[in-house]
């Protein structure tokens, strides 16, 4: 049986929908939890049609590690509170989908646990799918779930 649930996470509400679903298989199991969000070391900024890929320096690095971990903490301590063993993890990659790869190697998590917002056509080619790419990229169990309809992505 799975020991470990791999859970990345963005700061919005539909990401988090997927903590309802991760916190009951790690119930049942009694699996731990590992919370994930990536920091991308790099800003992406657009002028008309053109993207620029800017270097973050250190103390930028640092001041948005210090806020995922936030993140994550304050979304940790509610699961503990409820009987849950939950870690956390920042990740630092430009890439979110190789981040979470890598993360849930080194975690050693048999499951990844992550929500899917089901982008379509252009929407889908332009900005790519982060779970599809994880998805492909693993043999590791997937948990998937589509936020609500009245969840805002």
Do not use: C, N, Y
């Amino acid at each position: 049986l799975p020991r470990r649930i791999f859970v990345p996470l963005e700061r919005s509400e539909a990401s988090a929908s997927i903590l309802p679903h991760a916190e009951l298989l790690a119930t049942e199991l009694g699996a731990e939890l590992i919370l994930a969000t990536v920091i991308a070391p790099i800003e992406v900024r657009a002028a008309a049609l053109v993207q620029m890929h800017v270097p973050l320096d250190d103390a930028m690095i640092a001041t948005r590690q210090a806020a995922a971990a936030r993140f994550l903490a304050d979304v940790a301590e509610p699961l503990r509170a409820r009987g849950l063993r939950v870690q956390t993890t920042v990740l630092l990659h430009h890439q979110a989908a190789t981040a979470i790869l890598q993360g849930a190697e080194r975690a050693d998590a048999e499951v990844i646990a992550m929500t899917t917002h089901a982008r379509r056509g252009l929407r889908r080619m332009v900005l790519g799918s982060t779970t599809d790419k994880v998805t492909r990229g693993t043999s590791r169990t997937m948990l998937l779930s589509r936020p609500s309809e009245d969840v805002v992505v």
